[in-house]
């Protein structure tokens, strides 16, 4: 378990990596709506916003560590993962921070996918 004042940042930061993650996803539609639409204020809003929000998760998610094995909680890194892990999308076997962010954002709680433990961010 987490305590609270850690806990407490780990929750809002895994809101902004869900926040990011959204704002991704409308720029992907803003890349399309110019061509569809000749709609470029979608894109002019989107960009930025998700660089500054994703600039800013990456640069606090090296604040956040596992507390049972000590390895970054967003930060996938290049090791073999553990197989307890969750997945994004489970049907091709994607693992990312993403899954961790949403866990903790929804539940409060997240699966490690460095070491499979089931941890809890009291808030």
């Not at 806990?7 to 930061?13: D, K, N, P, T, V």
């Not at 959204?22 to 803003?30: K, P």
């Not at 709506?33 to 809003?45: G, N, Y």
Request: aromatic content about 16%; overall charge positive.
């Amino acid at each position: 378990m987490i305590e609270h004042p850690p806990s407490r940042g780990l929750y809002m930061l895994a809101w902004l990596g869900v926040w990011s993650t959204s704002w991704f996803a409308i720029l992907c539609l803003g890349i399309i709506a110019i061509f569809a639409f000749r709609w470029p204020w979608l894109l002019m809003i989107a960009l930025p916003t998700f660089l500054v929000s994703q600039i800013a998760f990456i640069a606090l998610a090296f604040f956040f560590r596992c507390p049972s094995c000590g390895h970054f909680v967003f930060i996938q890194g290049w090791r073999p993962m553990h197989p307890a892990r969750k997945r994004v999308l489970a049907g091709l076997g994607i693992a990312s921070w993403i899954a961790v962010a949403v866990d903790i954002a929804r539940n409060r709680q997240f699966t490690c996918m460095h070491c499979g433990e089931r941890c809890t961010a009291r808030v």
